[in-house]
């Protein structure tokens, strides 16, 4: 029994055995893998700068008088419009300085009737010889005194008006404003020196600005051409970048000296509100054009100690582990090669993980 156990096991060892050297021995289909040619294409050359946002306007409202503050009608953060009621701070006192100069303005007034009607019946005395002729020169006098009286009257009145309009605090512009300062009853000392309550920011219109190589400048009119009115886009420096379109619409008339930089300003639509002041962005800022750009696509490029590499596939179908230069992105998905890569190679496009240098593979491109 046990002999014929052995001789079963034998011959399933010798099977498996031979199944397994069957198996090797057949010839493996190489692995398919997606493959393309480079795009080739004329691209417009770029170059990043980092840079930062401002406001077209910006503004500290302040309080020009002294009083308790009664009301702060807004929000802060929210859209104001120009014109709108900020603050309001107690304005009695100068209520009450305003009709006390109503009435002295009146009261210079009524003395200029008089004075006027003293003259014309004293220049008329003068005439038959019933009065003096200083009484005359002193009638005169009372109303040029009489006539500058009225005016210091009126230029008290209209101070007086100015500083309780100061009581009243509007938006010189529509924009966004900031939290108030100081909340309702506490007492401002605006007379003394301004203080600032919030800050509005006009912010339709940003600018971005950033400084450039004045070597950089130079290329750029190589042409004998304004750099002005030329379109580049700014970027917010995020995972997936938020572009948006600007135009140049300022040039320094100096280069500064000790870091050997001009500076440039963009003009940018924020009327959707998406960027604020002080942010942090890049400028991407056009300086040349290459013609018949060599592109691949962004997600099948490597990298590793030795830099970027893609996987190329030969006439013969092996792979090869092939080192790039490498410019800039362009269209958000392809990548510009400087070196390294002809526009006729067939390079991988996916699974980068599954292939290796040297291995036979089935290109497969993709239509």
Do not use: W
Request: one cysteine or more.
């Amino acid at each position: 029994m046990k002999r014929l156990f052995a001789a079963i096991f034998i011959t399933n060892i010798v099977f498996l055995f031979g199944c397994a050297k069957k198996d090797s021995d057949s010839p493996r289909t190489p692995m398919r893998v997606e493959v393309d040619k480079p795009f080739v294409k004329n691209v417009v050359l770029h170059r990043q700068y980092p840079g930062y946002v401002s406001a077209q306007n910006s503004v500290d409202i302040v309080a020009r008088v002294s009083g308790y503050l009664v009301s702060a009608p807004f929000s802060g953060g929210s859209r104001i419009s120009k014109g709108q009621l900020l603050f309001v701070i107690e304005p009695d006192q100068y209520k009450d300085a305003v009709d006390k100069a109503e009435a002295a303005l009146e009261n210079a007034q009524a003395q200029l009737d008089y004075a006027e009607n003293n003259y014309v019946r004293m220049s008329e005395a003068a005439r038959s010889d019933a009065i003096s002729e200083i009484d005359l020169i002193q009638s005169a006098t009372q109303l040029l005194s009489a006539k500058s009286n009225v005016k210091d009257a009126e230029a008290a009145l209209s101070s007086a008006r100015t500083t309780l309009g100061y009581c009243y605090i509007r938006a010189p512009y529509s924009g966004r404003i900031t939290l108030g300062t100081l909340s309702n009853g506490n007492y401002v000392a605006g007379s003394a020196s301004p203080v600032k309550l919030a800050t509005l920011y006009e912010e339709n219109l940003m600018y971005a600005y950033f400084n450039i190589e004045d070597r950089q400048f130079v290329n750029m009119i190589a042409g004998n051409r304004s750099v002005l009115g030329d379109t580049v886009f700014v970027s917010l420096q995020t995972e997936s970048p938020i572009m948006f379109p600007a135009v140049l619409d300022y040039v320094s008339p100096n280069i500064d000296l000790s870091t050997g930089t001009l500076q440039l300003r963009a003009e940018i639509d924020n009327r959707e509100g998406r960027l604020k002041d002080g942010m942090y962005v890049n400028i991407s800022l056009p300086y040349g054009k290459s013609d018949s750009a060599v592109l691949v696509r962004d997600a099948s490029i490597g990298s590793d100690q030795l830099g970027n590499y893609v996987y190329v596939v030969s006439a013969s179908d092996t792979v090869e582990y092939r080192h790039i230069e490498t410019g800039e992105l362009v269209d958000d998905t392809l990548r510009m090669v400087t070196a390294g890569l002809a526009a006729d190679e067939l390079y991988v496009t996916r699974a980068l993980l599954k292939v290796r240098d040297g291995m036979r593979v089935t290109p497969v491109v993709e239509q």
